[in-house]
């Protein structure tokens, strides 16, 4: 994961690095809950990071750890920790966007 951010590209902190110790971390953004959540590449590969939206597309619940796996308490629809996916309603996911490390910060990208 590269340190530097294109010049056209804006970009928002999230936080420090060092502040997340386990994942899927709970974080708040303008108000909407989010997990960062962690992925693992090849052996040699460093880890990689997403932001994926705390919010369940069936009905707006507010999806929680458990296990791997994100379960939303309304409904019980469930997602993968690490890619978002649904993992009983096919085709579903939660929002999910790309995160990377910026001069020790997690940031996502910005349009202006």
Not at 1 to 28: C, K, N
Not at 46 to 52: A, C, G, H, I, T
Not at 87 to 111: M, Y
Request: contains cysteine; negative net charge; glycine residues 8%.
């Amino acid at each position: 994961m590269s340190d530097q951010l294109p010049e056209s590209v804006g970009y928002r902190i999230i936080g420090h690095v060092d502040d997340f110790t386990s994942f899927p971390a709970s974080v708040t953004i303008d108000r909407d809950p989010y997990f960062i959540i962690q992925t693992t590449g090849q052996e040699d590969a460093p880890s990689e990071y997403k932001l994926v939206s705390a919010i369940c597309p069936h009905a707006g619940g507010v999806v929680r750890p458990w296990e791997n796996e994100l379960i939303c308490p309304l409904h019980y629809w469930s997602f993968d920790s690490t890619t978002g996916q649904s993992t009983n309603v096919p085709g579903e996911q939660l929002d999910c966007r790309p995160i990377q490390i910026h001069e020790g910060q997690f940031t996502i990208a910005v349009s202006s």
